[in-house]
């Protein structure tokens, strides 16, 4: 008994002397749900942009004498309606899915980090400007802005740069409103108070003291954004209105779902894209869910 109190106690002061980064990282490896969900996420990530190492075959190549064949030893997925690989299509429809909800992430974390830092640190006239703003874009219809832009920009622009781009415009308010909030709660600490005190530039003090106490909740959200545009993604290209059709995505390969005949007699067309994209969209909300324990102090996990 005296040994398991003298071990508890050691235990206890080694994670007060660890760093919060420190206990995260003990905490989400301890997280066997949210290291299996990173292990399938990090295998689907590689094996998607090794794609022309891992297969030969060719993507937009149309056979006719090879059409809806069943799986076999040469088509390990079978073929589709127009004769092409599923697997191979399947591995560079990953790359272009994951690309996007990548891309779209990155743009939309780092545009709303910017305004939902200035609006928070500032507050006052500056603050109401920008969420009177931000207010604005949230309230715009999602899908007929994605749709419209696109049609408009698309023969302009690439079709994958200008649907990265419309996403990106559209969704970095909720980030906005979450690193405002933040900031409006550490600014009123000490240290920053401090800081502003002795005559730092705002910008400094934003980058360098506010910034990094957020940081772990912008990590999170990134992790929700990064399955949410996914799904937005192939929602759009599953429509029409996404990915250009010439190019294989999990939503392009998902809307020959569309026809009764394939959804019912031809299951190696359609099913494949449709489990992996679940069940990666599962994985980046085990992973948000474990990170999202692992910044809590008071989880005990």
Known sequence: MVNVTADSNKSQEKTINMSPWAIARRKFLRNKLAMTSSFFLLTVIIVSFLAPYVTTADISKVNIMQ???????????????????????????????LIVGMSCTLLVVLFGTIVGSIAGFYGGFVDSALMRFTDFVLNFPFLVFVIVLGAIFREYVDGLTILIVVISILSWGGVARIVRSKILAEKENEYILAAVSIGCKPSKVIIKHLLPNVLSTIIVQSTILFATLIVAESGLSYLGFGVPATIPSWGNMLSASQESDVLANKPWIWMPPAIILTVTILSINFIGEGLKDAFNPKSQR
């Open 67 to 97: 059409m809806t064949l069943e799986p076999s030893s040469e088509h390990w997925l079978g073929t589709d309606k127009s004769g092409r690989d599923v697997f191979t299509r399947l591995l560079y429809g990953g790359r272009v899915s």
